[in-house]
T-cell receptor, first 113, second 113 residues
Framework: NAGVTQTPKFRILKIGQSMTLQCTQDMNHNYMYWYRQDPGMGLKLIYYSVGAGITDKGEVPNGYNVSRSTTEDFPLRLELAAPSQTSVYFC????????????FGPGTRLTVL | AQTVTQSQPEMSVQEAETVTLSCTYD???????LFWYKQPPSRQMILVIR??????QNATENRFSVNFQKAAKSFSLKISDSQLGDAAMYFCAYRSVNNDMRFGAGTRLTVKP
């Protein structure tokens, strides 16, 4: 199993550009999450999803959009990129058990100039 | 909103010695889940140990154990017989029953040979 995969690994955007970060999991997990990690900081939850067609805002959702049309995929859309969105983005998934760990992807390093 | 505080930005331990990392959290909920994650330089997030709030017994995983004090809202991680491979960033995380996740800012652990 590949687990959680994210593309791209690195990206540089200009201010005002848009892009989609892709996330796919092959563990048939219901829960999926998007986090951002700023330098020297912990992860902050952007959005999460409990299943196809259902998404919820996390701690820092402004400037982002998500959709969940399938169990496997959970793309994160950045509209009108700003320098404040420079960060490392992690996607994660987990089973229905809240006691279960989240499985994290390798991250996408995004720089907005 | 729930908050997670790690008051030690950096800690250092001699190889084979024991070190304790601190974590406190703020919540009004009675049921929740707590986790410690390790993040080595590869950026991969790895589960170290988990604790369910309704369980009074402290969780242990080989050399890793926790001291869970629910009334004090404290969740410290003890690493025994520290190894060079334990060097990493360690994050404390809180998961609510609504699946909202909050991470602390992290503690950088250095292991001296």
């Amino acid at each position: 199993n590949a687990g959680v995969t994210q593309t791209p690994k690195f990206r540089i955007l200009k201010i005002g550009q848009s892009m989609t970060l892709q996330c796919t999991q092959d563990m048939n997990h219901n829960y999926m999450y998007w986090y951002r990690q700023d330098p020297g900081m912990g992860l902050k939850l952007i959005y999460y999803s409990v299943g196809a067609g259902i998404t919820d805002k996390g701690e820092v959702p402004n400037g982002y959009n998500v959709s969940r049309s399938t169990t496997e995929d959970f793309p994160l859309r950045l509209e009108l990129a700003a320098p404040s969105q420079t960060s490392v983005y992690f996607c994660a998934s987990s089973s229905l058990s809240l006691a279960d760990t989240q499985y994290f992807g390798p991250g996408t390093r995004l720089t907005v100039l | 909103a729930q908050t997670v505080t790690q008051s030690q930005p950096e800690m250092s331990v001699q190889e084979a010695e024991t070190v304790t990392l601190s974590c406190t959290y703020d919540t009004s909920e009675s049921d929740y889940y707590l986790f410690w994650y390790k993040q080595p330089p590869s950026r991969q997030m790895i589960l170290v140990i988990r604790q369910e709030a309704y369980k009074q017994q402290n969780a242990t995983e080989n050399r890793f154990s926790v001291n869970f004090q629910k009334a004090a809202k404290s969740f410290s991680l003890k690493i025994s017989d520290s190894q060079l491979g334990d060097a990493a960033m360690y994050f404390c995380a809180y998961r609510s029953v609504n699946n909202d996740m909050r991470f602390g800012a992290g503690t950088r652990l250095t292991v001296k040979p």
